[in-house]
């Protein structure tokens, strides 16, 4: 896990690359807002999951702005 994502944030959604190489979780915090975080796993990372942005900075007063977001953010969500 990301030192980005707060152990106190609930995962509700997590969706991967058809490659297994890349995710995006969506995430709730404990003061009610939402957002969402992409991660990559390489090898060179013995498979641990790693994020590439700073997308979890980011802020969302509902669980559906939060996702679209991060439609919009990331290129390989479908």
């Known amino acids: ?4 994502i707060d152990p106190s944030w609930t995962v ?3 969706i991967e690359d ?11 915090r404990p003061d ?3 957002g ?7 090898v060179e990372d013995q498979g ?7 997308y979890s900075g ?6 559906e ?3 679209d977001a991060a439609k919009h953010a990331v290129s390989w969500i479908t």
């Open 1 to 4: 896990m990301s030192m980005r």
């Open 48 to 54: 641990r999951w790693t994020a590439t942005q700073y």
């Open 36 to 42: 969402f975080e992409e991660f990559r796993r390489d």
């Open 65 to 67: 702005a939060a996702w």
């Open 18 to 28: 058809d490659y297994h190489e890349r995710c995006v979780d969506l995430f709730a």
């Open 32 to 34: 009610g807002t939402f």
């Open 12 to 14: 509700l959604k997590s």
């Open 58 to 63: 980011k802020s969302f007063g509902s669980r």
